[in-house]
């Protein structure tokens, strides 16, 4: 709670924080509209029957939810590594490893007791989305290279794993589509309300926000990440230790995507299947920008990608494809108008600067009154 | 002058003003340069040398006066239009692409004359240029292939192929061997007798005595004269450069009486820099517990990379760093700021804090793993807000809550953050590089006390400054760095800042 | 496997190389100026797309090229706009694009052109060079291809000399590498890489439309399936030059070309690994040789004067 209310109370960091994003989304969904009129069809029935397939009863809540929930698991990830100045492109591919990992443990361990084995698969795909996002950490830290580069690489190397052993080691004889057999009912996560698909993996993604606020705010390694982030020199300076942190932030980073596909896989799917994720690492860098990195914003802009993808299927169009791309337009619209809203705000903010250090050659004695713009 | 001096000059600067935020760099400062001669401008650093060389060049405007070649008024708004007008500057970094060669550079530069040239034709004039003043500079070798020493060279060239009658040189020879620099003297001296005029910034007594006709120089911001070098010696240069001072021992805060241990030992300590300026050759001190070892040097003589070596940001090529005895050169900054070493780092935007983060991370970030700050890692945030609570107070942090963002305040209360960040933990060595730098006079005085006042309580603290006043005024002992090297080591009590100037200057003193 | 056989690999591979060539060339000149395009997919779909509009809607192939080019260029001046007027992140607004451009070309795909007239009214046929079309094994490869094949090996040559033997590609070299000297030497950082970046856009354009117009005339969903990606990998693997990127391309192609005709014959390779080269060859040599693999000093960060 501290940096959100913090947060609120500077006239900057709250049109900074809350009315660009919002104000973007606005602006997304009226270009989407416009779009949709181009095209000949009524923006507004068109959004009255997303808003329906959304929210419209439980079973659409439902369906908005684990549509939301792979989608925030990655972006909390992608923040933490932002959040160090750490670029993690690669989220899409350690969901596909995460997810992968989680329905080795599934096919590989049947002798754990039934409760236990989603779980188990969800650690495996935490574990493994973090050795994925690791090797990037690790050149990076140690070999000077680019994160951007490496781990945007890793995504497609991720992908044929996956597609290597559903057509290899894991392919189901006579099956015409490369997927693993359905897991057995105790291996999936529990549906929490019946008529719903509302699963368990809600309590992970909920945990997942307390823990990273508590992680980034309330820690000594949340401490050193923002350090890191605001300035790398400055940190080693400080006594922190760079390179490690660089590994551990990537790894953790790597974690999280790797459990939203572990979650997808046991909890939505019910099996391993080709193409599991239809780009959510990809659409979680958006999310996490458009929620400003803080977790209630996060929770926000996922649960809106969440919703129009659900909503999407309500539209009334002739193809399929088409709801997802029509998420994808609006995503993209979003994000795109909160980068230029953010650069329109930092250059009036540094002409604002540059005259303040003019008229301060004037003015002698700043140093008596106290000063400073609170921070996030 | 050569004996067929010109009558009038051909460049003339005129009561030349310009001030920054917070300081006037330029206070009516005059100075003229003939055709075919080298003038040199002298001065510490921050004497001004730098701003009225970037005036002339058209990098700066200045607030009043006027620069004229050939008795014309010029209007520079860029080096573009100090180009056209023949007047180049080689500058300390050098404006080369380090991807292309020198013929391809030579390309570029000239094309924005509007001479347009293909890469051949830039690969003549190099070889050409090259062949008339000896320089031996190979038009199609890669610049980042070359030596230091060449790539000064084909920046000259650049200069030259654009017709410069008008040469600036700012410490040219600070990046060269002395092989190189003699080779340099020699060519300015041709050049000079081809008629180019030459101005020469350097802080090197006996070079600017050696190869300059005239030499002029500045002391913050104010022209103290201009002598001809044959009658200038290295003393009247030192004196005009540092003040007032004389012969006379300087009222220094006194001889302490120190322990007989030093805490910090460091033997035959040698760093390398990215660069060449920087590196630290060799270097032994001994810091003994309550006292001030000021460290004299120019900018760029290895203090910088000496403290961050015995602070463990940088890494030690050779030698030992000995604490109360222990080695400690391979242990990380942690380990050190644990056994007592705080650092004050010279550039405080770059690694002196973090700008983003609010004063009370910045403040506890160094000790947060303190079983009193955390446990298991989760930070005590009662226990951290006490702690600081009571340093904005006893450091005098004006700030208008500790959630504030450090990089909003201003520069003495950026650097109050850091030092009650160091202090705090009362170390038993401050490690200090340019703590007072670009502050304003009251967070200048507020340093010092901190700095007396760590001393006083025993700690053994090496303090860095170009600033000779500041040094004598708060030393017990003042070592001078020169090149990286250890010049000298003199009692605070009884130095002269004559005595220190010529240290400084690379005068070897018996 | 025969000589025959091989002479068809070779064929497959350099068709597959040339849209790969387009976009990559384009990074090359690009990058070379100081800025990363994250969004060559982006570019590279869009193209593909605008170019099958093109068709559709003219009929002519010149003209389909001409829209695909443009669309290249679009999705440049975008990318250029956040970038250079708006200081957006180079790498977010690129990925933020390339989710732009396949929610986009997706959507209209749909929307606009219907998703079942997806069959182009023409494609790029094949021009066959008279006589070197008869050599043996290496003719049919190289010289019965079609002009926007050959136009793209011509384009190594062209882009080589264009970077290294005039006076713009000096400039670029020089913003890329350092914007502040080079501003200081009188070239203009922003009007130079704004160049560049165009440049870029119309040939991963061109390399989209190829890959639609120059196969079966049909725009899916996604048709690029990542080749922008493998592109920049060329780009890196070829060390930021126009030759090592041909070269790059040509062995990433080749690998392709090997990969489909190695799941016919039944060889004991996975496939997938084959797929997945292109990207471990580049991590690396980028681990490898990281002495080597010097980026330009300036990539991806934004001048500001």
Redo the contacts between chains.
Sequence with gaps: MGSFS?LMQHRRGLAEGILVPVVSVVLALVTVAI?LLM???NPLTAYASMLDASFGDPYAVSNTAIKTMPRLLAAIGIAIAIRANL?N?GAEGQIYIGGTAAAGAVLVLPVLPAPMVPLVAIVAGGIAGAVWGAIPGF?RAY????E???S??????GI??T??LL??PWAVPLSTFPATAPFEPYAKLPVLIPGTILNAGIFVAIAAVAVTWFLVD????G??L??L???E?????????VKGMIVLTMALSGAFAGIAGAVEVVGIRGRLIEGFSP?FG??A??IA?LGRLHPIGMVAAALLFGALDAGGAGLQ???R??S??????????S??YV??G???M??RAKRRKARL??S??DRQ???????????? | MPDDAPTRPMLVADQITKSYPGVVANHEVSIDLYAGEIHAVLGENGAGKTTLMAIIYGLARPDSGEVRLDGTPLALHSPKDALSHGIGFVQQHFSLIPTLTVAQNMVLSLSNSGEKVSVGEGTERVRALSARYGLDVPPEALVSSLSVGLQQRAELLKALARNARVLILDEPTSVLTPQESAELSDLLTRLAADGVGIFLISHKLEEVLRIADRISVLRRGRMIGTVAAKTATQRSLAEMMVGELSDAPVVSAGHRPRSETPRLVVENLSVRSESKRGEVHDVSLELFPGEVLGIAGVEGSGQVEMLEAMAGVRQVTHGRIRLDGDDISSLTVRQRQRRGIAHIAADRHAAGFVASLSVADNLVVPVAGDRRFSQGGILRRGAIRDFVKQAIEDFDIRVAGPDVEAGTLSGGNQQRVVIAREFSRQPSVVLSCFATRGLDFASIVAVHERVRAMRDAGAAVAYASVDLDELIALSDRILVLYQGRVAGIVDAEGATSERLGLLMGGSVLT | MTLDWFSLLLVAAIALAAPLLFAALGEVISETAGVINIELEGMMLVGAFTGIAGALASGNIAVAFASALAGGVLVAAVQGIACFIFGANQVVAGIVLNILALGATTFLLVSALGADVTKSAVTLERLPIPILSDIPYIGRALFDQSIAVYLAYLAVPAVWWLLTRTRFGLALKAVGERPAAAESMGVNVLKSRWAALLLCGALAGIGGGLLTLGGLGVFTPNVTKGIGFIALAAVIFGRWKPVGAFGAVMLFSLVDAFQIRAQALGLPIPYQLLVALPYLVTIIALAAFVSRMRPPAALAINYER
């Design positions: 913090r779009i095209v000949g069809a670029w492109i050149l070999r000077g290279i680019s951007v580069i490496t945007l690489m890793l995504v497609y190397v044929q794993i597609q290597y057509e290899g309330r820690t000594r390694f401490l050193e923002r350090a982030g605001g300035n020199t400055a940190s080693a300076y400080l006594g922190i230790r780009g990809f659409e860098i958006a920008l169009t002739s193809a494809g088409v997802s791309a029509i998420v994808m337009v609006a995503a993209g619209l994000v795109g980068l230029i953010m650069g329109a930092d250059r250090a003019l301060r050659v004695d700043t140093a008596a009154t106290p000063e400073g713009k609170v921070a996030r």
